[in-house]
Structure formats: C-alpha cells, structure tokens
C-alpha cells in the first residue's frame, strides 16, 4: 500500500496485518509498504 496512505495503515493494522519491507519508489510519487497477515495466536499454520 501507499506509504503516505495513513487511514489504510491503521486499517490493515487493525485487521492483523504488519508492515514488512518498503519498496521505494514503488509508486511514481510515493514509496510502498509490503504487507503480511499476522498468524492468529494458537492457530497453526500450514508452513509449519
């Protein structure tokens, strides 16, 4: 997502996802976050 997007941030945040690397320059006039969905905990996933 957009580095400069605040709101999706938070809401991405508040659904369990957590930032894992910046690309930058992704976008032409903003960088952008790689995200991943944290596991649950106590859930096992299927890469284990």
Request: net charge positive; hydrophobic share 45%.
């Given at each position: 997502?957009?580095?400069?997007?605040?709101?999706?941030?938070?809401?991405?945040?508040?659904?369990?996802f957590?930032?894992?690397?910046?690309?930058?320059?992704?976008?032409?006039?903003?960088?952008?976050?790689?995200?991943?969905?944290?596991?649950?905990?106590?859930?096992?996933?299927?890469?284990?």
């Amino acid at each position: 997502m957009r580095g400069d997007n605040v709101v999706a941030q938070r809401l991405y945040a508040s659904a369990g996802f957590e930032r894992i690397a910046l690309r930058r320059g992704y976008y032409r006039d903003a960088d952008g976050w790689v995200m991943r969905l944290r596991p649950l905990p106590g859930v096992i996933s299927a890469e284990a």
